[in-house]
């Protein structure tokens, strides 16, 4: 596996003044955590977005929308740099400008996953990495559940956006429930075994995040930037392509259902789908099911 110089990287105990206060006092402390970049700040608020590593693509845009729209607002975006909701949610955020902080199930100097390499290299230019495993250490299964109670301990809020109820996002948020975080959660369909961990936690009592505005409100702060989602395209669309992307949803769709919704016979439409796959629109998912790319 790829790594950083260990130059790069510094250690602290609770006895340094830099070590999170957040830290010290939860259950199974860690005696010592390695940092590359910086920390929270604790002066400022802090929400873990956290998920699936195989989400869908309406998974995947609500990550992205709610960490750009929370960032901007001035929460700092934590997670576990997963693959999945926990990565694209960090990279959201740093794409921004904003600050990200990955807590990390291996050493802070093992890149893991690889498809995040990109994110390993920007994040601490804005935020930080943190692990309690020396440099050099794999990444292991027992590992991420443990790590699970800093990505909590570190956020004053944990946004759920998609999850099977039996998850290791389950396990964080078991952690943030004991340590008196307020948790939120994305709903989604009820046939959609990606919502269902969201739909038990929203009916456990979790708060319904509706719109980034729901848990900013939830934390003192009031912004009317992005309150809803709206998907925007940069790309010049003719009627016809236009017309067929807003038919488009985040769910894949086949083509009998779209034909009827943009009003065009079956040939037609495939003709317009295939132009909105070459301008990186629309992606085929399974035969003849079509969602829009965001």
């Known amino acids: 596996m790829e790594k950083y110089e260990e130059k790069e990287?510094?250690?602290?105990?609770?006895?340094?003044?830099?070590?999170?206060?957040?830290?010290?006092?939860?259950?199974?402390?860690p005696r010592g955590i390695y940092v590359r970049g910086r920390l929270p700040d604790p002066s400022r608020p802090a929400v873990a977005i956290i998920g699936a590593r195989d989400c869908s693509a309406y998974g995947a845009a609500m990550a992205?929308?709610?960490?750009?729209?929370?960032?901007?607002?001035?929460?700092?975006?934590?997670?576990?740099?997963?693959?999945?909701?926990?990565?694209?949610?960090?990279?959201?955020?740093?794409?921004?400008?904003?600050?990200?902080?990955?807590?990390?199930?291996n050493g802070i100097d093992v890149i893991y996953p690889k498809q995040n390499k990109e994110i390993f290299d920007t994040i601490v230019l804005k935020g930080g990495l943190i692990s309690e495993y020396p440099p050099g250490t794999n990444p292991l299964p027992r590992f991420f559940p443990l790590r699970n109670r800093i990505i909590s301990a570190l956020a004053d809020v944990i946004l759920v956006v998609e999850a099977?109820?039996?998850?290791?996002?389950?396990?964080?948020?078991?952690?943030?429930?004991?340590?008196?975080?307020?948790?939120?959660?994305?709903?989604?369909?009820?046939?959609?075994?990606?919502?269902?961990?969201?739909?038990?936690?929203?009916?456990?009592?979790?708060?319904?995040?509706?719109?980034?505005?729901?848990?900013l409100e939830g934390m003192g702060i009031f912004s009317t930037e992005k309150t809803e989602y709206k998907s925007k395209t940069n790309v010049p669309l003719s009627g016809i392509e236009a017309k067929v992307y807003k038919v488009l949803d985040l769910y894949p769709q086949n083509l009998d259902t779209l034909s009827n919704m943009a009003s065009l016979p079956v040939p037609d439409l495939l003709t317009v789908l295939l132009q909105l796959q070459l301008k990186d629109l629309a992606e085929e998912v399974g035969k003849n099911n079509y969602l829009r790319k965001v």
Do not use: W
């Open 64 to 105: 992205k929308f709610f960490a750009e729209a929370l960032s901007d607002a001035g929460v700092q975006i934590i997670s576990g740099m997963a693959r999945g909701i926990d990565g694209i949610a960090q990279k959201a955020a740093t794409d921004a400008g904003h600050a990200s902080f990955g807590v990390l199930g």
């Open 164 to 215: 099977k109820i039996k998850s290791g996002t389950s396990i964080t948020v078991k952690r943030a429930i004991e340590q008196g975080k307020d948790v939120y959660a994305i709903p989604g369909r009820l046939t959609d075994p990606l919502s269902s961990g969201c739909l038990k936690l929203i009916e456990d009592g979790a708060g319904i995040a509706l719109a980034p505005t729901n848990i």
């Open 9 to 29: 990287i510094r250690f602290l105990t609770p006895f340094d003044e830099e070590f999170p206060e957040k830290l010290k006092f939860i259950t199974n402390a």
